[in-house]
């Protein structure tokens, strides 16, 4: 029988950390690039549809909230998916 060792999930923080910097990243480091890209390519065409349908005189957060919206969204994914791999792992792996 042959020894394989497993791989440890992220930490949920550092994922938490990867995806403030860039939207979607949180997500590919939890292995789920598809989801990754969706969401790093949702937040880019919505703070453009956003843009350009915002009044003239709207701050920089309401020109792109749409972009914003779906960032802070990625960004609570992220963790969460982290958190529930993490969870799973060390609780069927307790001595990893």
């Keep these: 029988m042959t020894d394989t060792k497993l791989k440890a999930p992220l ?3 550092l994922v938490l950390l ?3 910097v860039l939207p979607g990243m949180g997500q590919i480091a939890n292995n789920q690039p ?3 890209l969706l969401f790093a390519f949702t937040t ?4 453009y549809v956003t843009s350009k349908y915002a009044a003239p005189d709207a701050s920089l ?4 909230a749409g972009g914003f919206f ?4 990625a960004i ?5 998916w982290a958190k529930v791999r993490w969870e799973i792992f060390y609780h069927a792996h307790p001595k990893a």
């Design 76 to 80: 609570m994914d992220a963790y969460r």
């Design 34 to 36: 598809t989801r990754g």
């Design 61 to 64: 957060v309401g020109r792109y």
């Design 70 to 73: 779906i960032y802070a969204v």
């Design 11 to 13: 930490h949920p923080l």
């Design 18 to 20: 990867i995806a403030v």
């Design 44 to 47: 880019v065409a919505l703070g």
